[in-house]
């Protein structure tokens, strides 16, 4: 179960975590690799120095839910080769997941942690919960290797995301933070060419 860390961040206010603010640790359970474990964000800071997608969902056995989980899966592999661990989250319970992964042929292919976020206190912490129902809004969170959140993406339930573009953030993101002083333009991939902000591109572009 995660603990209760409102005290931590109380500095955020009702609107919660913002760019370029540092994500607070938590320790949340999980279902992964057929298992229940404990994770903590901060598992991934530090040494390990990994990149997080936090991915948020409203339920399991559910309908755009699993098009989403499944989209995520098999790109599982290109977020990991960019430098990423992706924490998919609903407020579902561990023992909940670990039925949907048996049930399902789109979630069994799920090799990522499920988080269980029962209590609400992460989804809570990241703006996405939806009080009149217990759940979580489709949020989608890049936070850096330094724990400093990136990138938000908050849609509509009634809305699925696209796990290419996600990805794509993602490497935008990466590439700004490992090329000091270059910023990335409409639609970037990598390969593609980037800007460095100055006097000399105003009114140009």
Same mark, same amino acid.
């Given at each position: 179960?995660?603990?209760?860390?409102?005290?931590?961040?109380?500095?955020?206010?009702?609107?919660?975590?913002?760019?370029?603010?540092?994500?607070?640790?938590?320790?949340?359970?999980?279902?992964?690799?057929?298992?229940?474990?404990?994770?903590?964000?901060?598992?991934?800071?530090?040494?390990?120095?990994?990149?997080?997608?936090?991915?948020?969902?409203?339920?399991?056995?559910?309908?755009?839910?699993?098009?989403?989980?499944?989209?995520?899966?098999?790109?599982? %592999?290109?977020?990991?080769?960019?430098?990423? /661990?992706? #924490?998919?989250?609903?407020?579902?319970?561990? =023992? *909940?997941?670990?039925?949907?992964?048996?049930?399902?042929?789109?979630?069994?292919?799920?090799?990522?942690?499920?988080?269980?976020?029962?209590?609400?206190?992460?989804?809570?912490?990241?703006?996405?919960?939806?009080?009149?129902?217990?759940?979580?809004?489709?949020?989608?969170?890049?936070?850096?290797?330094?724990?400093?959140?990136?990138?938000?993406?908050?849609?509509? %339930?009634?809305?699925?995301?696209?796990?290419? /573009?996600? #990805?794509?953030?993602?490497?935008?993101?990466? =590439? *700004?933070?490992?090329?000091?002083?270059?910023?990335?333009?409409?639609?970037?991939?990598?390969?593609?060419?980037?800007?460095?902000?100055?006097?000399?591109?105003?009114?140009?572009?």
């Amino acid at each position: 179960m995660a603990k209760n860390i409102y005290s931590e961040y109380d500095e955020f206010s009702f609107d919660g975590i913002r760019i370029g603010h540092e994500v607070p640790d938590m320790e949340i359970e999980a279902f992964h690799e057929n298992k229940i474990k404990k994770i903590r964000l901060s598992d991934y800071r530090g040494k390990k120095g990994k990149w997080v997608i936090l991915f948020f969902y409203p339920a399991d056995f559910t309908f755009v839910c699993p098009t989403e989980l499944e989209e995520m899966a098999d790109h599982y %592999n290109e977020f990991k080769k960019a430098g990423a /661990e992706v #924490l998919s989250v609903s407020t579902d319970t561990v =023992f *909940v997941h670990k039925a949907w992964h048996n049930d399902s042929k789109a979630i069994k292919k799920i090799k990522f942690p499920m988080l269980a976020d029962p209590t609400g206190n992460l989804s809570r912490m990241m703006n996405v919960y939806i009080d009149e129902e217990g759940v979580a809004f489709r949020g989608s969170f890049i936070i850096d290797p330094e724990g400093v959140l990136q990138a938000i993406e908050v849609n509509s %339930n009634d809305i699925g995301r696209n796990a290419k /573009e996600l #990805l794509r953030k993602l490497q935008a993101a990466k =590439f *700004v933070r490992e090329h000091g002083g270059q910023v990335c333009p409409a639609s970037w991939e990598p390969g593609g060419d980037t800007l460095k902000p100055g006097l000399d591109l105003v009114g140009k572009i």
